[in-house]
């Protein structure tokens, strides 16, 4: 038997990998029939342990196997591209959860905007406002975009958050907008607001990079969802914007993206550019994803507002897939009322996302704070920050991030909202954490078996995929199976945990992008001048429920106002 057949036997055995360690690869090279020496081998990557018996039953079967082989050659010749959904669908929303159907027209704060006294106050204004300034025709959507190119351009090479501009499209985009305004056509608050896409985003005419060397000349001959809908809102895109290399930190072959607040520090990821240039304000505010933090993190480090919806409410047609179970879509902006009102704009079913549940979102800013149900993550407000002397930097950081968030809940209490102590179950996140990993395996798996990304390896990317996904090839696919019905206990548990609260105050990125639950981070603070920040978990589709509290606290504090200086 050749070693083709014995890898793909031990495929169908249920360790499916095409490539297995050295010193096994040299067993298997010039073997004639798989060998009970070879599956005990095997067997130790697996983690399994079979008898004797079991084992030489099942070295028969696989040698009796002739169709093994010219299945798994026929899988890889379909050369499946990376946008190709799989058949399983994951759903989060676990048995006997009710989902709202009442639908409710869009009710924004009504504010009064004046024109600001300079350009610099204009650029760092709120998407509401800037929506306000547009709509009465104190400012038109070409002198927007005129305003925020060149904001891009003069502080890219510093921040490098852009990985191409978009600027004849804006062009034409703000022309259209100037002149459907000036006929009385307002489509809505997005209507002539610059913006930019994180560079995973399919725009037809434009680059598609993925932040990765081996995509960085490459262009996609479609469009995302999510760009559709927004320039079906009116809004203006006016540049890709960097992402750390295959949606994993702040890193992409451009160089490495900095944070507004401290050029020195990188602005975290993966949503890279699109927290760096809404904090800087070079864009009215832009669109980022998430699938282990990519957007929390850069929003908490560069001190912008950012929602990541529940999973399922926005189509990621035209998106790079990394995790097609944990992949999510939404808006990076420098307050709540933003993020409601880009959100509002691209959530709901297209007919190409087969996960996307038709689930309406009804926002109402001038909704009553006081009757949401809000508890509090005990474990993030416990005062047990221990000294270490040989790391007095990072004691220092937790007490002032404790003492921020101490002060927060105040903040909230103060606003007449009842507040009480909330506790998650001990869960087995860890032990389900290659799903990720695994599912990302499969969506670059011809670009990993061909070496296509080992380029990646190299400054300034400096990636680890290349190696991450190799690896991944050797988890058993059964594993994989129980780990998603082990997902839909933790779904059940949190399910249950959550129980009468409509959200809580703060934070575990790990379960809660397992499950599904939508979170929103802003600013309420600072460390050393970098921002800190809040952080609300909501109950399954409760986008209205955390981003009521998050305008109701940033109406009673000014920290998601404060801007960097450069």
Same mark, same amino acid.
């Given at each position: 038997?050749?070693?083709?057949?014995?890898?793909?036997?031990?495929?169908?055995?249920?360790?499916?990998?095409?490539?297995?360690?050295?010193?096994?690869?040299?067993?298997?090279?010039?073997?004639?029939?798989?060998?009970?020496?070879?599956?005990?081998?095997?067997?130790?990557?697996?983690?399994? &342990? +079979?008898?004797?018996?079991?084992?030489?039953?099942?070295?028969?079967?696989?040698?009796?196997?002739?169709?093994?082989?010219?299945?798994?050659?026929?899988?890889?010749?379909?050369?499946?591209?990376? /946008?190709?959904?799989?058949?399983?669908?994951?759903?989060?929303?676990?048995?006997?959860?009710?989902?709202?159907?009442?639908?409710?027209?869009?009710?924004?704060?009504?504010?009064?905007?004046?024109?600001?006294?300079?350009?610099?106050?204009?650029?760092?204004?709120?998407?509401?406002?800037? #929506? =306000?300034?547009? !709509?009465?025709?104190?400012?038109?959507?070409?002198? $927007?975009?005129?305003?925020?190119?060149?904001?891009?351009?003069?502080?890219?090479?510093?921040?490098?958050?852009?990985?191409?501009?978009?600027?004849?499209?804006?062009?034409?985009?703000?022309?259209?907008?100037?002149?459907?305004?000036?006929?009385?056509?307002?489509?809505?608050? @997005?209507?002539?607001?610059?913006?930019?896409?994180?560079?995973?985003?399919?725009?037809?005419?434009?680059?598609?990079?993925?932040? #990765?060397?081996?995509?960085?000349?490459?262009?996609?001959?479609?469009?995302?969802?999510?760009?559709? =809908?927004?320039?079906?809102?009116?809004?203006? @895109?006016?540049?890709?914007?960097?992402?750390?290399?295959?949606?994993?930190?702040? =890193?992409?072959?451009?160089?490495?993206?900095?944070?507004?607040?401290?050029?020195?520090?990188?602005?975290?990821?993966?949503?890279?550019?699109?927290?760096?240039?809404?904090?800087?304000?070079?864009?009215?505010?832009?669109?980022?994803?998430?699938?282990?933090?990519? %957007?929390?993190?850069?929003?908490?480090?560069?001190?912008?507002?950012?929602?990541?919806?529940?999973?399922? =409410?926005? /189509?990621?047609?035209?998106?790079?897939?990394? /995790?097609?179970?944990?992949?999510?879509?939404?808006?990076?902006?420098?307050?709540?009322?933003?993020?409601?009102?880009? +959100?509002?704009?691209?959530?709901?079913?297209?007919?190409?996302?087969?996960?996307?549940?038709?689930?309406? +979102?009804?926002?109402?800013?001038?909704?009553?704070?006081?009757?949401?149900?809000?508890?509090?993550?005990?474990?993030?407000?416990?005062?047990?920050?221990?000294?270490?002397?040989?790391?007095?930097?990072?004691?220092?950081?937790?007490?002032?991030?404790?003492?921020?968030?101490?002060?927060?809940?105040?903040?909230?209490?103060?606003?007449?909202?009842?507040?009480?102590?909330?506790?998650?179950?001990?869960?087995?996140?860890?032990?389900?954490?290659?799903?990720?990993?695994?599912? #990302?395996?499969? *969506?670059?798996?011809?670009?990993?078996?061909?070496?296509?990304?080992?380029?990646?390896?190299?400054?300034?990317? !400096? /990636?680890?995929?290349?190696?991450?996904? &190799?690896?991944?090839?050797?988890?058993?696919?059964?594993?994989?199976?129980?780990?998603?019905?082990?997902?839909?206990?933790?779904? !059940?548990?949190?399910?249950?945990?959550?129980?009468?609260?409509?959200?809580?105050?703060?934070?575990?990125?790990?379960?809660?992008?397992?499950?599904?639950?939508?979170?929103?981070?802003?600013?309420?603070?600072?460390?050393?001048?970098?921002?800190?920040? $809040?952080? +609300?978990?909501?109950? $399954?589709?409760?986008? *209205?429920? %955390?981003?009521?509290?998050?305008?109701?606290?940033?109406?009673?504090?000014?920290?998601? @106002?404060?801007?960097?200086?450069?």
């Amino acid at each position: 038997m050749n070693r083709r057949r014995f890898i793909a036997g031990l495929s169908a055995a249920g360790v499916g990998s095409t490539l297995m360690p050295g010193a096994l690869a040299a067993v298997a090279q010039d073997a004639d029939e798989i060998t009970v020496e070879m599956l005990e081998a095997a067997q130790r990557i697996a983690g399994l &342990r +079979f008898t004797p018996d079991e084992l030489q039953a099942i070295v028969g079967r696989l040698n009796r196997s002739g169709g093994t082989t010219s299945a798994y050659e026929t899988l890889r010749a379909a050369n499946l591209g990376n /946008s190709t959904q799989p058949a399983l669908v994951f759903n989060p929303v676990p048995p006997g959860m009710t989902l709202p159907r009442d639908r409710r027209p869009i009710r924004r704060q009504e504010i009064a905007v004046s024109m600001p006294a300079t350009d610099t106050e204009l650029a760092f204004l709120p998407l509401a406002h800037l #929506a =306000r300034l547009v !709509e009465t025709r104190q400012v038109k959507p070409s002198e $927007l975009t005129d305003l925020y190119l060149a904001r891009l351009k003069r502080y890219d090479p510093i921040l490098h958050c852009v990985v191409s501009f978009t600027e004849e499209l804006a062009r034409r985009q703000a022309r259209q907008a100037d002149e459907e305004i000036a006929a009385g056509t307002y489509r809505g608050p @997005l209507h002539g607001i610059p913006w930019g896409a994180k560079d995973l985003l399919a725009v037809r005419g434009t680059k598609t990079t993925w932040g #990765a060397s081996p995509y960085k000349d490459r262009t996609i001959d479609t469009d995302a969802t999510v760009y559709r =809908r927004l320039t079906d809102a009116g809004a203006i @895109l006016i540049a890709k914007l960097s992402m750390g290399a295959l949606a994993s930190g702040d =890193r992409w072959f451009g160089g490495r993206t900095r944070n507004p607040w401290n050029t020195e520090q990188g602005s975290s990821g993966s949503s890279a550019g699109p927290g760096s240039s809404t904090a800087a304000g070079l864009v009215g505010f832009s669109i980022g994803t998430e699938t282990r933090g990519s %957007i929390m993190s850069p929003s908490t480090r560069n001190g912008v507002t950012g929602l990541r919806p529940t999973f399922g =409410r926005v /189509s990621r047609y035209g998106a790079m897939a990394l /995790s097609w179970s944990m992949d999510k879509i939404g808006p990076m902006c420098r307050a709540a009322e933003d993020c409601a009102l880009v +959100f509002s704009a691209i959530q709901g079913p297209d007919g190409r996302d087969n996960t996307v549940l038709d689930v309406p +979102f009804n926002w109402d800013a001038t909704a009553d704070v006081t009757r949401l149900r809000v508890g509090y993550l005990r474990s993030s407000f416990e005062d047990d920050i221990e000294d270490d002397p040989e790391n007095p930097q990072r004691v220092a950081r937790q007490r002032q991030n404790l003492a921020n968030d101490q002060a927060a809940l105040e903040a909230i209490r103060g606003l007449g909202v009842q507040v009480a102590p909330f506790d998650l179950p001990d869960l087995p996140v860890q032990a389900v954490g290659f799903i990720l990993g695994t599912e #990302a395996a499969a *969506a670059f798996d011809m670009p990993t078996l061909n070496a296509q990304l080992d380029s990646m390896r190299a400054a300034p990317e !400096e /990636s680890r995929w290349p190696d991450s996904l &190799r690896t991944s090839r050797f988890v058993p696919a059964v594993e994989y199976l129980q780990a998603q019905r082990v997902r839909m206990r933790i779904i !059940e548990e949190v399910h249950e945990a959550l129980g009468d609260f409509d959200l809580f105050i703060g934070s575990n990125l790990a379960l809660t992008n397992l499950t599904g639950h939508p979170e929103i981070s802003m600013p309420n603070g600072f460390f050393q001048g970098s921002p800190t920040s $809040l952080r +609300f978990t909501g109950k $399954l589709f409760g986008e *209205a429920e %955390i981003l009521l509290l998050a305008h109701a606290y940033q109406a009673a504090t000014d920290h998601h @106002l404060q801007h960097p200086t450069l």
